[in-house]
Structures are given as C-alpha cells and as structure tokens.
C-alpha cells in the first residue's frame, strides 16, 4: 500500500510599513519584499525512506529580495495552529515537521555585520507565532536589489534543528493532502 502525504505551502507576504511593489527603489521607498519565485512548495511523500528520513529541500525554494531605506527584521508564521488534512479535516499534522534554512545570496553579509541569520545553519521550525529569521547585525541592513537577496530552503520532517525529533513514520500521519498558508513579515528593526 502506498501512502502518499502532500504538504502545499503558500506564501503570502506582510508588510507592516510603506510597500510597494517593486524590487528597485520606488520614488518614496520604505520597506519592500519581493517573492521572485517559489510561491508554493509541494511535498510528495512517496516512499519509505522519505517517511523514516524526511525531505531536506527536494528543490523546495522560495528566492526572495528585501528592499529597505531603515533597518528590517523578518518573520515567519503559518495562519493555523496545525495542519489539518483537505480529505479528512479529523487527520492532522504538526507545524513544526516543517523548518527552513536561510541563503544569503545578496552582498548584505549574514555573518552578523549586516544580518543576523538564525536559521543559516540549522532550519528553524514553522510555528503560528511569528519566528525571526533574519534581523539587523552590528552594522546595517538597508539596501536594495542585490544587498540583500535570500534563499529560503524548505525541508520536510528531517528532525533537524528545533524541528519535531519523531519521523513522519514514528507520527503516524494519516495519507492526505495538507496545506498551510506561511506568511513573511518584514517589518523595521527596533
């Protein structure tokens, strides 16, 4: 018997400042994030070894670009407390079988002179409170463009980091399809 377990994320984005909708810097700029692309991340869950070992980033990216004038911090959340499966809402699953790890790819350094990134080397877990991914360093993080660009590697059930220590397999997930909304939110450091 196959069980095939599908995680959908989708991402929305809040700002809590002045927006606009463009990765250049608009005439009077305040806070930008741009999803350049990854908007929806898809788990497939089609063999053992992925229950027992989990998925780290199967390809699973979102490639966004945060555009400031003032120093920024940004945050994750899902919108619900768990993930509830779409055939059967009964089947339900923990948030934190999901983390992301964070690439710096822009010139902003994440060493901690620019940012500061807690989720560089070990994913950090989903949660419905708000998590810091990314925040002011000792110096600035303003910027646009290539200053500060970022990949958001998504894994699945790895057990790495602060993520759940018990395999899908040890879990029991119920086979069904599970869809959370993560919403970023870039707001100005305090």
């Known amino acids: 018997m196959k069980r095939i377990v599908n995680i959908v994320v989708v991402f929305f984005v809040l700002l809590l400042a002045q927006t606009r ?20 991340v898809s788990f497939n869950f089609n063999e053992m070894s992925k229950y027992k070992d989990g998925i780290m980033n199967g390809g699973q990216s979102t490639f966004i670009r945060v555009g400031a004038i003032m120093d920024w911090k940004l945050q ?5 407390a768990m993930f509830y499966g779409e055939n ?12 992301v790890v964070v690439v710096s790819t822009g010139t902003n350094q994440d060493d901690g002179s620019n940012i500061i990134n807690y989720a560089k080397t070990v994913p950090l877990a989903l949660d419905d409170n708000e998590v810091t991914l990314l925040t002011k360093g000792s110096g600035s993080n303003k910027g646009y463009g290539i200053r500060n660009a970022f990949t958001l590697n ?12 018990q395999s899908l397999l040890e879990q ?7 869809t959370v ?10």
Do not use: K
């Open 21 to 40: 909708g463009q990765d250049i810097p608009p005439p009077n700029p305040g806070l930008v994030i741009n999803i350049v692309s990854g908007y929806s």
């Open 154 to 165: 998504w894994e699945m059930g790895t057990r790495r980091g602060n993520m759940n220590n």
């Open 172 to 178: 029991m997930i119920a086979s069904d399809t599970y």
């Open 76 to 80: 994750f959340s899902a919108d619900q």
């Open 88 to 99: 059967d809402p009964s089947n339900q699953m923990e948030l934190n079988n999901v983390g």
């Open 181 to 190: 909304n993560i919403t970023l939110t870039l707001t100005p450091y305090r």
